[in-house]
């Protein structure tokens, strides 16, 4: 998806890739279950139960939202997002400066 930081869009990776621009984005104690992108921002869920929004390479925003392992996330069309979460489902959550 293409943005004001990389025009031309751009892969975002969890495994061993060697090509591309890096940029690590440090906030979750542990493995990144999901990321999601917006026109210049990012939503991750991670095992560590929390959700960070990222804009231009820093934290907005965190937040633990269960007691449980998020295992992924996916952005609404009403600029929400919708976590799902290993124990009770899934949760909506409202994420102010996310675009609908």
Request: include cysteine; charge should be negative.
């Amino acid at each position: 998806m293409a943005n004001d930081e990389f025009p031309e869009g751009g892969l975002v990776s969890g495994g061993m890739v060697g090509k591309g621009e890096e940029q690590i984005l440090k906030g979750h104690k542990t493995q990144v279950t999901g990321v999601v992108f917006d026109d210049s921002d990012i939503v991750s869920s991670s095992v560590d139960s929390t959700q960070i929004h990222w804009r231009k390479g820093q934290i907005v925003e965190s937040w633990e939202a269960h007691n449980s392992v998020i295992q992924g996330v996916i952005k609404l069309p009403s600029g929400g997002a919708c976590f799902r979460k290993r124990v009770g489902g899934l949760k909506l959550e409202e994420l102010p400066g996310m675009d609908a």
